[in-house]
């Protein structure tokens, strides 16, 4: 066999370095990559390799010797100033913790202070509500005893018109009898002139002065007012009704114009007599009753005291109030209406040919 002698291949020695574990995992990448690039090199030009080599790894080693320490002084810059940022948070939640707890407390202070309002309001309140209770109750107790008084005074009212009602009567009863008694001594006058008696002249004389004196205290055109109203005049001013319909038997508040003529009739005997009716509706009752019994008046008719005038608000052809006529004057009936206005008792005037007149019932005290 042919002897073929090889080349040994010159070894390149590479200075071991025994800062080997500074570099880590990038320096040994590094020296692959050097290493590939000299075995290109050496099969170029061997003699150059190992410089190359080197001059490569020098380079690395110096990069790393002058550039560690400043990467060593960064970091430990770096380090330095993480630890004071967290030196400083630290600080910082110490004030949010510190603030937190100042606004904490005084926010318990201004519930506390919100609750001692709110009790001292709950104070006031209860003061207040049993202030109003005890005003109430005095009050209550002054208004029945003004009440009561009122009552009595209307009552002592009542009985004085009552009473003056039955003496005008009696004296107009009187009276009757006395021009009755004067016209009888008129006749005898008469005679005694025609006898030619010088007696008759003085005679005459006090029959003049007789009639003077009765036309002065009753007056020229005599127009006496009805006795229901007279009674009606004595409740203009009442408010609510109350005593009208509690007397008529309702328990509560209810339309009282009907039931106040009712009442006022009632005053005066005239329900007991049959002369006016008991009725608390205009139309179902009062209005009936007056033209079944051929008692009716319609509208234009001249009203006198004491009639009963139906109103129709609406002008329906149905009556919706009625009033008591206190008299009629140049074309004005005047009347008095309970349940009118705002609830109240009052007096009142229309043109006799008002739409809102319905007409008028005429009870039999002003027929007879």
């Known amino acids: 066999m042919i002897d073929i002698k090889t080349k040994k291949k ?10 080997a574990t500074i570099i880590g995992k990038n320096l040994k990448s590094n020296i692959i990559s050097i290493k590939d690039k000299t075995k290109e090199n050496y099969e170029k030009n061997e003699n150059t390799a190992q410089e190359y080599a080197e001059n490569k790894v020098n380079k690395t080693m110096h990069d790393i010797i002058y550039y560690t320490p400043q990467l060593n002084r960064k970091g430990k810059q770096s380090f330095e100033k993480t630890i004071q940022n967290i030196k400083k948070g630290q600080k910082g939640i110490k004030n949010v913790k510190r603030k937190g707890k100042i606004t904490i407390n005084k926010t318990k202070r201004n519930i506390k202070k919100v609750q001692n ?23 209550s107790k002054v ?51 025609i006898a030619g008696s010088w007696i008759a002249v003085i005679i005459i004389l006090i029959v003049c002065l007789i009639g003077m004196g009765y036309s002065i205290f009753m007056g020229e055109d005599i127009e006496t007012e009805n006795k ?97 006529v206190q008299k009629t004057e140049n074309d004005t009936v005047y009347t008095i209406e309970g349940n009118s206005g705002v609830d109240t008792c009052r007096q009142k005037e229309y043109n006799i040919n008002s739409n809102v007149i319905y007409g008028y019932g005429t009870p039999l005290y002003l027929t007879q």
Do not use: M
């Open 10 to 19: 010159q070894e390149v020695s590479i200075k071991k370095l025994d800062r």
């Open 117 to 139: 309002t709110v009790k001292s309001a709950r104070k006031t309140v209860k003061t207040a509500e049993e202030t109003t209770k005890a005003t109430i109750k005095t009050t």
């Open 143 to 193: 208004a029945k005893t003004s009440t009561k008084v009122t009552q009595k005074t209307v009552q002592t009212l009542r009985a004085t018109a009552k009473a003056t009602i039955k003496t005008i009567q009696v004296a107009t009863k009187a009276t009757i009898t006395a021009v009755k008694t004067t016209a009888t001594t008129a006749k005898t006058v008469v005679s005694t002139i």
């Open 228 to 324: 229901i109203v007279t009674v009606a005049l004595l409740e203009v001013g009442n408010v609510g009704g109350e005593k009208f319909w509690r007397w008529y038997g309702f328990n509560e508040h209810v339309e009282w114009c009907a039931i106040f003529v009712s009442w006022c009739a009632n005053e005066c005997g005239y329900i007991e007599s049959g002369t006016i009716p008991k009725f608390s509706s205009c139309k179902y009752e009062g209005v009936p009753y007056f033209k079944e019994k051929g008692l009716w008046q319609e509208r234009g008719y001249i009203a006198k005291s004491g009639d009963i005038i139906f109103f129709d608000w609406e002008q329906d052809g149905l009556a919706d109030h009625v009033g008591i």
